[in-house]
């Protein structure tokens, strides 16, 4: 921080550029959040994200070099967030219960964010096309689900290689949550529940070891009272 001074007199202190620039990052990213929870793709520009951050459109190009600097910080920021919430689940004695934790916390994550999780997951905007090193910030998500696999490997309770279970659990879950969004999966939120429970458990049980998942998939038929057919 330095002072101007004019005629001896100290007035309002200039925060240095550096300080500045990192300020005006923050806010920048935190208007295009709000827009695209607003308004969606569409309410990011560089206009409107000046704007709301209270600063020049040439400022915002300062920062972030243009639209598409602007479109990787968001997409990096999501990233942030979504590691964030994975990374305070707790771990319990129960891997499964650990691994469908995470994969309830991913849904949450995409159904409440929902332009956020199209600018991550399926690259609305022309101007930004996420390199190799873009990509690498998806790791801490990633990681989660692999730490909830290998536990489950460990313990005898599924097996295979923990990345590749990684990968089927994140990409079923980016699905199932990108069609409830489009309300694919059902009329009633009774109904999209049902379905999830479904899928989840289908692809819990195949990974299982064989004979673990032929004698859980028994036991629950044996338990389950036959019933007509569902309506959505």
């Not at 499964?96 to 995470?102: A, K, N, P, S």
């Not at 399926?122 to 101007?127: A, G, N, Q, S």
Request: proline share 5%; glycine share 8%.
């Amino acid at each position: 921080m330095f002072y101007l001074c004019l005629d001896g007199v100290t007035v309002t202190p200039v925060p240095r550029l550096k300080q500045r620039t990192t300020e005006l990052r923050e806010r920048g990213v935190s208007c295009a959040l709000a827009l695209i929870a607003d308004q969606g793709v569409a309410g990011l520009t560089t206009r409107t994200v000046a704007r709301c951050a209270d600063a020049s459109v040439p400022a915002i190009y300062e920062v972030f070099g243009d639209k598409a600097g602007l479109v990787r910080e968001v997409f990096f920021e999501g990233f942030r967030m979504l590691g964030d919430d994975l990374r305070a689940a707790p771990t319990t004695a129960d891997p499964i219960e650990d691994l469908e934790r995470c994969c309830d916390i991913f849904r949450q994550f995409v159904t409440t964010n929902m332009v956020l999780a199209e600018i991550m997951f399926t690259r609305p905007f022309v101007d930004f096309d996420p390199s190799t090193e873009d990509n690498q910030i998806g790791l801490s998500v990633s990681k989660a689900f692999v730490q909830r696999a290998r536990a489950a490997i460990d313990t005898g309770v599924l097996e295979g290689d923990a990345t590749d279970i990684a990968h089927v659990f994140f990409a079923f879950v980016q699905g199932m949550a990108a069609a409830e969004n489009a309300k694919r999966l059902g009329g009633s939120k009774r109904s999209v529940d049902r379905r999830w429970r479904l899928g989840l458990t289908a692809l819990i049980d195949g990974f299982r070891p064989a004979p673990l998942a032929v004698s859980l998939g028994t036991r629950r038929r044996s338990t389950e009272s036959p019933r007509g057919p569902r309506q959505s």
